[in-house]
């Protein structure tokens, strides 16, 4: 890969980096190479974790790479869209948490990318935001449909319609972020939270994520009939009856991820 770094850790957690510094930016390469990763590691069992990061201190991503938007027509920027579109989609949908380790800017496209993640972590330094708007665009990379889902429409319109960045304090405030730490301590927190999600029986994990991302996209007794769907492949589950018995046998739990 060119553009990306994937390292792997003995805690069968996957960290992945855009490997464009200062700034990161996203090009249809970086994307292409998303996608692939991630299928990848949709099928590598051996990762049961992941987190998504920037390299250097300066930004995760600070949005597309506009060098090369700069000289692509209507049909020429549609493909590019349908490119990030498989990357962001393949990272929402894998069945295995991701962790977006938020260090500096998240902007454009990679605030899209950040809330494609399970979770994202900051620090003083983060800050996101949607700022298609005051180039004549719209995000179209997800923002205008994740990010209301996630804070809530009446906060999302004020940061979609103004294009105003936020810093973390306040994107932890309204539930963009899920925690706040020293700029040298993100990383090292995500791994933290990456180890312990790695612990949990692989197919539950599955199960929940399916249910919660696919239910917000139906209504409630379709979402119900999904829960109950995936609530009984969990229970049909080795991990289920070893959970079970550990628990009245007052003991950790070894999962099998079957």
Same mark, same amino acid.
């Given at each position: 890969?060119?553009? +990306? ?15 464009? !510094? ?11 190479? %998303? ?7 949709? /099928? ?5 974790? +992941?987190?998504?990061?920037?390299? =250097?201190?300066?930004? &995760? ?21 349908? +490119? ?12 295995? !948490? ?6 500096? %800017? ?12 399970? &979770? ?6 983060? /800050?996101? =935001?949607?700022?298609? +708007? ?13 990010? !209301? ?7 999302? /319109? ?73 609530? =009984? ?18 003991? /950790?739990?070894?999962?099998? =991820?079957?």
């Amino acid at each position: 890969m060119d553009t +990306i770094q994937y390292l792997t850790n003995d805690q069968h957690i996957g960290i992945v980096y855009l490997n464009r !510094p200062p700034y990161n930016p996203l090009s249809s390469q970086v994307y292409k190479e %998303l996608f692939t990763l991630f299928e990848e590691l949709e /099928k590598d069992s051996e990762v049961r974790a +992941i987190i998504l990061t920037g390299k =250097g201190d300066r930004a &995760f991503a600070a949005g597309a790479d506009i060098n090369e938007m700069v000289n692509l027509d209507g049909a020429d920027m549609m493909e590019m869209s349908r +490119i990030s579109r498989l990357a962001y989609d393949k990272i929402e949908s894998i069945s295995k !948490p991701v962790i977006a380790a938020v260090n500096g %800017l998240a902007l454009g496209g990679g605030c899209e990318l950040a809330l494609a993640c399970d &979770f994202r972590i900051g620090s003083p330094t983060t /800050k996101f =935001g949607l700022p298609e +708007i005051n180039l004549g665009i719209i995000p179209g990379g997800g923002g205008t449909q994740r990010l !209301p889902r996630l804070i809530g429409q009446v906060k999302a /319109k004020e940061l979609l319609y103004f294009g105003e960045m936020i810093d973390a304090e306040i994107a932890l405030e309204v539930g963009l972020v899920n925690k706040v730490v020293e700029s040298d301590r993100v990383l090292e927190e995500a791994i933290e939270w990456a180890e312990k999600l790695a612990q949990k029986p692989r197919i539950a994990m599955k199960m929940l994520k399916t249910s919660i991302n696919r239910g917000t996209e139906v209504d409630l007794q379709a979402a119900l009939d999904l829960e109950t769907a995936c609530f =009984g492949n969990a229970f049909a589950s080795k991990d289920r009856v070893e959970g079970m018995k550990s628990f009245v046998e007052k003991r /950790k739990p070894q999962f099998v =991820g079957r």
